[in-house]
T-cell receptor, first 113, second 114 residues
Framework: GDSVTQMEGPVTLSEEAFLTINCTYT??????LFWYVQYPGEGLQLLLK?????DKGSNKGFEATYRKETTSFHLEKGSVQVSDSAVYFCALPSGGSNYKLTFGKGTLLTVNP | DTAVSQTPKYLVTQMGNDKSIKCEQN?????MYWYKQDSKKFLKIMFSYNNKELIINETVPNRFSPKSPDKAHLNLHINSLELGDSAVYFCASSQWGGRQETQYFGPGTRLLVL
């Protein structure tokens, strides 16, 4: 079945460091791919998405490129801030429809000043 | 304006009790979901409704009963609560349209069973 494998954390960085969180997937066909973010004590927010191969999603300085050849959707940011501290989830719609999202296990990012 | 709202935000209760969580979305979506997040932050689908019709029931104990009175509301009733039900429950909604549609999440209901 469809699945998402996400880099396990926790990840601790200093402010202005470069961030990469790896995400690879197995899926039937070519679904959209998503990154969601969960700030402490809050719900999930869509961070970015890509709907087809070679698409790049971007938001708030974060980027991820849909790579069909490596089945990957790695999240990157050139210079992290303390306010980026959160849990990041890679996800894809699975089950042959958009009825449910299958999530990776989440990566906790802590950014220190 | 809140797009997907849930009540209550926190719920502390005793084992064996029955409780309900409510969810409302004002996005005009036709599909709604319940997800459970465990203590390790792992998220898993529980139920999905499309146009008030149950589409997904992911081997959830029948103590959990979702109800969708209309497309904008999806409630979750839990009977005979157990310690293992302690988790954060998230409601979400999306528009039916294929595998590119974004799901929008509520703030979560933090359930603690004592």
């Amino acid at each position: 079945g469809d699945s998402v494998t996400q880099m396990e954390g926790p990840v601790t960085l200093s402010e202005e460091a470069f961030l990469t969180i790896n995400c690879t997937y197995t899926a039937t066909g070519y679904p959209s791919l998503f990154w969601y973010v969960q700030y402490p004590g809050e719900g999930l927010q869509l961070l970015l998405k890509a709907t087809k191969a070679d698409d790049k999603g971007s938001n708030k300085g974060f980027e991820a490129t849909y790579r069909k050849e490596t089945t990957s959707f790695h999240l990157e940011k050139g210079s992290v801030q303390v306010s980026d501290s959160a849990v990041y989830f890679c996800a894809l719609p699975s089950g042959g429809s958009n009825y449910k999202l299958t999530f990776g296990k989440g990566t906790l990012l802590t950014v220190n000043p | 304006d809140t797009a997907v709202s849930q009540t209550p935000k926190y719920l502390v209760t005793q084992m064996g009790n029955d409780k309900s969580i409510k969810c409302e979305q004002n996005l005009g979506h036709d599909t709604m979901y319940w997800y459970k997040q465990d203590s390790k932050k792992f998220l898993k689908i529980m139920f999905s409704y499309n146009n008030k019709e149950l589409i997904i029931n992911e081997t959830v104990p029948n103590r959990f009963s979702p109800k969708s009175p209309d497309k904008a509301h999806l409630n979750l009733h839990i009977n005979s609560l157990e310690l293992g039900d302690s988790a954060v429950y998230f409601c979400a909604s999306s528009q039916w349209g294929g595998r590119q549609e974004t799901q929008y999440f509520g703030p979560g209901t933090r359930l603690l069973v004592l």
